[in-house]
């Protein structure tokens, strides 16, 4: 009976990527955007941290969230926007465990990032089509 549930799952298995594309993609777009609006003061931020290049750090981390972001969102360059949006959320999880901030919500979003690396955008992506 169970299998049988779980079955029925199958056939649906493709909305999976494009479920966490969208949701992932929505919430990278948001804060880049953030990022971007307020630029200075995630280049200070990043400089009360002792993070290096702090502003050129914050432009190329706020750029990276949200062009990635629309990547994801589309399903273009799936593997390597979550590449590149996975090293992001790796500083940031050490950012907040250095700070004992809560590492938890950019640890979530990295296990993202690994999973459409290895998975893809999936048949709902136009890198499916590009083949």
Known sequence: MTNLC??????????APLALRLVAGFIFIMAGFSKLSGIDGFAGMLSGASFPAAAFFAWLVALVEFLGGILLVIGLM??????????????ATIMMLISAGDYKYP???LA?????????GGKLSVDSKLG
């Open 112 to 120: 993202s990032m690994i999973a459409l690396l290895f998975s893809g």
């Open 78 to 91: 799936t593997r390597w926007s979550s590449a590149l949006l996975g090293v992001t959320m790796i500083v």
């Open 6 to 15: 779980l079955k029925c799952f199958d056939k649906y298995k493709e909305w």
């Open 107 to 109: 640890l979530v979003l």
